[in-house]
């Protein structure tokens, strides 16, 4: 699908630059791949024993994949609203450089702060890495509505998959069930992977799933805490040493 | 209704837990997004430890699986895994490939060891 010229007359109304963002979600591939990641959230959070309210609202408020699955592994193994609230933290600040980097994508002169409050909700890693493709095609004062249906669009995709996998994974045989509840780990761990930049990105995903079975040993219950900070710290280091040789 | 609704205190904690730990950072860029830059040390440190945290949980899931994956066999798992690995290696980095390798080795080994 290609969106209209810069100059086409569909971008005087900012409902129809609405409806472009989200007709936009089929012509995503990732869109796919949130279908199969959030398939496999609401089979895991069924099998966590969370209700199918939680998991919407999960996914409309906290709108990050890996904080969902982080929230949902570590309430549901027992883990303190504090310990879960730490780890979520933590994982949420990469929201912040997203947000900052893609604000300045849409803004105007005439653009008030409180335009921007549901941009910066919808913000997390595909959105923010197809503000990157699409938006260049979209006239600059029309950008805030078609992220807004992109966002939103992409939203309720999330929310389809997520009543689907909770469903099946209520009344699926063992077998099946078991490969929807593998879909998370595998597509998070293969998007984390395509999505390293640097040789730290990299370090950081080793380690950090090599030293959690080390953690759990020590026991303790902040096992993914002190993994993700050990890992993510050593993978800095490396980081670093690479930039002074 | 209220088998769809579950515990009330799940939700709270979903708030205190989920909803605002996001929303902190998300409003941060809002307000003080435009001093802060993209490259620095800070960013690389912070994106690193968020990618092992990540790592660690993607880990307890395989490791220390719930429900239905608590059913398959530790070494399945472990394989599904791998060759999941190897095909999105070996298939252009295809998130695709990789998941969908690993999901047949998974559900053809269970399916064959009954």
Not at chain 1, 46 to 53: E, R, T, V, Y
Not at chain 1, 105 to 127: D, E, N, S
Not at chain 2, 89 to 98: M, Q, V, W
Request: net charge positive; glycine share 10%.
């Amino acid at each position: 699908m290609a969106l209209p010229p810069l100059d086409s007359p569909q971008w005087n109304s900012r409902l129809r630059a609405f409806a472009w963002g989200a007709r936009s979600v089929a012509s995503t591939v990732l869109a796919m791949v949130l279908f199969a990641t959030y398939l496999g959230i609401g089979a895991l959070a069924h099998d966590s024993q969370f209700s199918l309210a939680w998991t919407l609202a999960s996914t409309a408020f906290v709108w990050a994949g890996p904080a969902q699955i982080i929230l949902i592994t570590t309430l549901g193994s027992g883990a303190t609203i504090v310990q879960a609230a730490l780890a979520v933290t933590v994982s949420a600040i990469r929201l912040f450089p997203m947000v900052v980097s893609v604000l300045p994508m849409m803004r105007t002169p005439q653009t008030k702060r409180r335009h921007l409050l549901l941009v910066a909700h919808l913000t997390a890693i595909t959105l923010w890495v197809e503000c990157y493709r699409f938006l260049p095609g979209v006239p600059r004062e029309r950008r805030i509505a078609f992220v807004h249906g992109l966002g939103l669009g992409l939203m309720a995709v999330c929310l389809t998959a997520n009543t689907i996998g909770y469903t099946l994974a209520a009344n699926l045989s063992p077998l099946l069930g078991a490969g929807i509840l593998m879909l998370t780990p595998l597509a998070f761990l293969f998007s984390t992977a395509r999505n390293c930049r640097e040789l730290a990105d990299v370090v950081a995903l080793v380690l950090g799933l090599l030293l959690f079975p080390l953690a759990t040993k020590l026991g303790g219950g902040l096992d993914i805490l002190a993994s993700g900070l050990t890992a993510g710290t050593i993978a800095y280091g490396v980081h670093r040493w690479r930039v002074r040789t | 209704m209220s088998h769809f609704i579950g515990d009330w205190h799940a939700l709270v904690t979903l708030f205190i837990a989920g909803v605002i730990p996001n929303q902190i950072w998300r409003m941060f860029g809002v307000l003080f997004g435009s001093g802060i830059d993209e490259g620095s040390e800070l960013l690389v440190w912070v994106r690193a430890v968020a990618t092992a945290i990540l790592a660690g949980v993607i880990a307890q899931i395989v490791v220390q699986p719930p429900g239905a994956l608590a059913s398959v066999p530790d070494a399945l798992r472990y394989a599904a895994v791998v060759a999941g690995f190897l095909a999105f290696i070996s298939i252009r980095k295809s998130i695709f490939a990789g998941v969908a390798c690993g999901e047949v080795v998974l559900i053809t080994g269970k399916w064959w060891l009954g």
